[in-house]
């Protein structure tokens, strides 16, 4: 675990520890909930918490759903990483090479945001890891994926793009 905290120290200080995402009870139009019904919150996910869970589907090679020990399930979507698009080339190769990583294994995520979806649930932008790999860094390095700085800037995904290209892996190879 402390090589976990070990690569993201960098992303730790970037961020602030501020609840992201909450949803609260409000009133569209002038209509309040009714006091019987209960709206479901999303849960609360701090910025750099940790979650644990088991991975249950892959959708993308950016994007799978983890169990976690209180029985949430949770989208996940891997930060700083973009991978093909249904439909775009190479896409079942990047989903495929994202699932034989994780599918049904125990990870650990490090959440860096959150975007609420539709119908109350939410997607968690984190790094993920499988012991002390980092999966966010080998999808890239592999040329699965490529490196999209939008949250944070990493030289090391940076470099692990580079590399691919250079040596046409994945994506790359064309």
Not at 88 to 95: D, G, I, K, M, V
Request: charged letters at 20%; a negative charge; one cysteine or more.
């Amino acid at each position: 675990m402390k090589s976990l905290f070990k690569l993201c120290a960098s992303a730790l200080c970037l961020m602030a520890f501020s609840p992201i995402g909450a949803q609260t009870d409000v009133e569209e139009e002038g209509v309040a909930a009714a006091p019987d019904q209960s709206i479901p919150e999303t849960p609360v996910v701090l910025a750099g918490q940790t979650i644990q869970g088991r991975v249950l589907d892959v959708m993308s090679g950016e994007t799978f759903t983890m169990n976690t020990p209180d029985n949430q399930v949770i989208e996940v979507w891997l930060a700083e990483i973009a991978a093909p698009a249904y439909g775009q080339r190479h896409w079942a190769a990047s989903t495929q090479a994202l699932a034989d990583k994780i599918i049904g294994n125990e990870v650990t995520i490090l959440a860096i945001s959150q975007r609420d979806l539709e119908k109350g649930s939410m997607q968690l932008i984190s790094q993920v890891y499988l012991g002390d790999r980092w999966i966010n860094r080998e999808m890239v390095a592999e040329g699965m994926a490529w490196h999209s700085p939008e949250y944070l800037q990493s030289d090391e995904l940076s470099a692990a793009e580079y590399q691919a290209k250079e040596m046409q892996l994945g994506i790359w190879a064309e």
